[in-house]
């Protein structure tokens, strides 16, 4: 384990200053433009210039003036050969200067360099220096962490001026041929020696190095590795920890050669970057069974051999007696298994092109799995040619100490057939940028911790999932969930990742089911804002306000609205509909209630004021207005007709019919001729005549129902004449007034015309109450009112 610490720490000083780059905002390119001097119309807002590849001989005070936050500065590759001592006087943020390829020429006359306390990063190499003798300005450098210096001459106490500086990384390009003069580097005090070499292998330099420097890189090294090996072999200390070869060319022997003196000496990880191979063997090359190396790190590798043996290639690094072995960045299709048990417990070949067949061999048609590399714990295939999932597992189940596994960027798939048969350690598990759908649930390490399954195409995960009693981290983003997962089998699951996804409308009653979740992250959705969203977006302002068990990562501003088109990119945190508009019960109970209210107001106010019974008497008086319009008859069938009611009714009543009817009806008000026995009979003829002729002679019949009409013989007979002339002037011909109520069960049966007429004729009720009187009255003469003939006062009493 601490190899790899050591390893991950070096490959981070590496790329240090680049990744610092990549934040720049104000680039400013003026490379390859022809330039004799600095520009003077630089943009203020200016933080990284490139100057570099132009035809600049001098800085001058003031170059930079219009620059104050300039942090990079690249004058490389120009004929610089003087700088003034106040050119970066205006520029108090300068990070990183690079002057390499000029024409300087004393390490000891570098004033400007008292201006530029805050570099992190200088360079000087290949210019025109013959010591390394550094002036006292660099003393002041006391934030420089890579310091890169060209010569050919090194003299003890050429670094004494930074013997207080702690660099990262001191780097050496040695040009022509080098002076070294021993003990020379015994001032820097640099986590990293660099050294670029020319021609001959630097024995005392590299003497030097061993004994003062926790890490040494060899850059560009093509020869002189038997002497380096050699070296290697004679020292019985070494206080190098990490040892690098970069960007070297190197044959197999001489390679191998190194490693095994290597990996007797007391340097704990070894590093080979860049490195082109020749002369790679037909045959197995024997391998060390102990080592005090602890990693082997070997990346970038291209081969210039055709006829070799793969096996023997891969036997040589599986069976390295090494904790952390890392084969990367090369193109292998496949690694074989170790001989006898390896002790190997970090393995890494990412970025390769292994194939589902790693580990395996097959002897005949059967296919036989590795059983020797028991002791991994950390695997590591990220971005190969791997494509089945349950092969993997397979290929993987002897690994009885495995608890992390990486196998993201590859092509993987799992068909759903059962036969997944994982270690049962894995703890970790990275499944991201593959092929994987829903069923991959059905394919995985029962007591997996953690498990990143980013970047495939699951769309649900169901309650059907294998049971995960150990989950606790779940990364889910950039996949095609169309809902929150139910958490059923994952017990124990606190932190959920559903960044990029395809949710809607998530169903917050599925984080229920979620009891032990204490992080979510669902941003970067498209959301639908409706009713369906509200339950989300009050747990995710409930979070807001802190009452909320569930931290929402991002929120408020990774959530927004993508439909509908009038709320698109608002944020959820302000977003609202009300809660009557989402909850059909409460609007239901909103619009009930006030309509009950409103009801039972009205039927009060009704039976209190007896609205019903105005209404029904307008209805009427309306309809026998229209009636009178429609229904007038020919004038061949009023001929003869005097008046405009007959009045039948019993001589009980008549009290009523003289002291309200008559008046009521022949006032001037009513303007009605009314026919009556007690007036318009003729003595001495037969009643029934009379009847027939009253009835004649009237347009309408007036019945005054009572109970004593009932009861009356001649009051039936005046019906049924008033029957027949029904028949001949129409329906309206026959008006009821109801004086008193009278059931059907007291008109006799005899009486079946009346019984008739009740049933199909609206009648009016004589009211009670005074004030209802006058419609009574009103409705009563529209009924009766009709156009008779024009009679003379003699006629009608004839």
């Known amino acids: ?171 050496l390009f040695l040009e022509g041929v080098l002076v070294y003069e021993p003990g020379s580097l015994q001032d820097v005090y640099a986590r990293r020696l660099q050294v670029k070499f020319n021609n001959k292998f630097p024995h005392d330099l590299m003497e030097d190095a061993l004994s003062f420097f926790p890490e040494v890189e060899l850059l560009e090294l093509s020869s002189g590795y038997q002497e380096l090996s050699k070296q290697l072999s004679q020292r019985s200390e070494i206080y190098t920890s990490c040892l690098y070869l970069t960007h070297i060319s190197i044959n197999w022997p001489d390679f191998t050669q190194y490693v095994h003196v290597a990996l007797n000496t007391t340097v704990t990880h070894l590093g080979v970057s860049g490195v082109t191979m020749y002369r790679l063997p037909q045959d197995a090359t024997p391998v060390a069974e102990t080592s005090r190396v602890k990693s082997l790190t070997f990346r970038r590798a291209v081969v210039r051999s055709f006829l070799f043996s793969q096996e023997a290639v891969y036997n040589f690094f599986i069976n390295m007696p090494v904790e952390n072995l890392a084969l990367t960045e090369t193109s292998i299709i496949h690694m074989t298994c170790p001989k006898s048990e390896s002790p190997i417990t970090q393995l890494n070949f990412s970025y390769c092109s292994m194939t589902d067949t790693i580990f395996s061999r097959v002897e005949g048609l059967i296919t036989v799995e590795c059983k020797t590399l028991g002791n991994v714990r950390t695997l590591a295939l990220a971005g190969n040619n791997l494509k089945s999932l349950k092969s993997l597992s397979i290929r993987m189940q002897y690994m009885k100490s495995l608890q992390d596994l990486d196998l993201s960027l590859n092509l993987l798939v799992y068909d759903g057939q059962k036969g997944c048969v994982w270690p049962q350690n894995i703890s970790s598990m990275s499944l991201s940028s593959n092929g994987l759908t829903d069923s991959v649930f059905q394919c995985l390490p029962e007591n997996v911790e953690r498990l990143d399954l980013q970047n495939n195409q699951i769309s649900a995960v169901s309650s059907s999932t294998l049971r995960l009693v150990r989950l606790w981290y779940l990364n889910l983003n950039a996949n095609k969930l169309l809902d929150l997962p139910v958490c059923h089998n994952f017990p124990l699951l606190q932190e959920l990742l559903l960044k990029s996804n395809s949710l809607r409308a998530p169903s917050v009653d599925r984080l229920k089911s979620c009891r032990s979740l204490k992080t979510l992250d669902a941003s970067s959705n498209p959301f639908t804002c409706t009713c369906d969203l509200m339950g989300f977006i009050r747990l995710g302002l409930k979070f807001e306000k802190g009452g909320a068990a569930v931290t929402f990562l991002q929120w408020p501003h990774g959530y927004y609205c993508s439909y509908p088109e009038a709320v698109r990119d608002s944020n959820l945190n302000n977003f609202w509909i009300p809660e009557i508009s989402c909850n059909s019960y409460l609007l239901a109970a909103a619009i009930l209630c006030p309509a009950v209210v409103v009801i039972t107001v009205v039927l009060t106010l009704c039976r209190h004021f007896d609205i019903p019974w105005y209404l029904g008497m307008i209805w009427q008086w309306m309809q026998a207005k229209h009636r009178a319009r429609q229904r007038q008859p020919c004038p061949e069938v009023l001929l003869g007709i005097e008046f405009h009611a007959f009045v039948s009714y019993s001589q009980k009543d008549a009290a009523w019919v003289f002291d309200h009817l008559l008046p009521n009806l022949e006032s001037p008000t009513g303007g009605l001729r009314i026919c009556h026995h007690g007036k318009n009979f003729v003595p001495g003829k037969p009643i029934i005549n009379n009847i027939m002729t009253c009835v004649e002679k009237s347009r309408r019949c007036v019945f005054v129902l009572s109970a004593h009409f009932v009861k009356s013989d001649w009051c039936h007979y005046e019906l049924y004449f008033a029957s027949h002339q029904h028949l001949a002037l129409g329906s309206d011909s026959v008006v009821l007034v109801l004086l008193e109520p009278v059931p059907q069960y007291l008109i006799p049966s005899k009486y079946y015309q009346l019984k008739s007429m009740m049933a199909r004729h609206t009648y009016l009720e004589w009211p009670q109450d005074r004030a209802k009187q006058r419609l009574f009255w009103a409705n009563l003469r529209a009924a009766l009112q009709a156009d008779l003939p024009h009679l003379t006062v003699t006629e009608i009493e004839e």
């Open 1 to 171: 384990m601490m190899g790899s610490t050591i390893a991950i720490f070096c490959a981070a000083a590496m790329l240090m200053p680049q990744l610092s780059v990549s934040y720049l905002r104000n680039y400013i390119d003026l490379s390859s433009r022809n330039l004799s001097s600095v520009p003077g119309d630089l943009p203020k807002e200016a933080e990284y210039i490139d100057l570099s590849l132009n035809h600049i001989r001098q800085l001058k005070r003031g170059d930079f003036r219009n620059t104050p936050i300039l942090r990079f500065l690249n004058i490389s590759g120009n004929c610089l050969d003087s700088i003034h001592p106040e050119t970066f006087l205006h520029t108090p943020l300068l990070e990183d200067l690079d002057l390499s390829h000029n024409e300087l020429k004393d390490l000891m006359d570098q004033p400007y360099l008292q201006h530029t306390e805050n570099l992190v990063a200088l360079n000087l190499a290949h210019n025109k220096f013959l010591t390394m003798t550094l002036a006292r300005e660099f003393g002041s450098l006391v934030k420089l962490q890579r310091l890169t210096l060209g010569g050919s001459t090194i003299s003890v106490g050429d670094f004494r001026n930074i013997a207080d500086v702690e660099l990262r990384v001191m780097s």
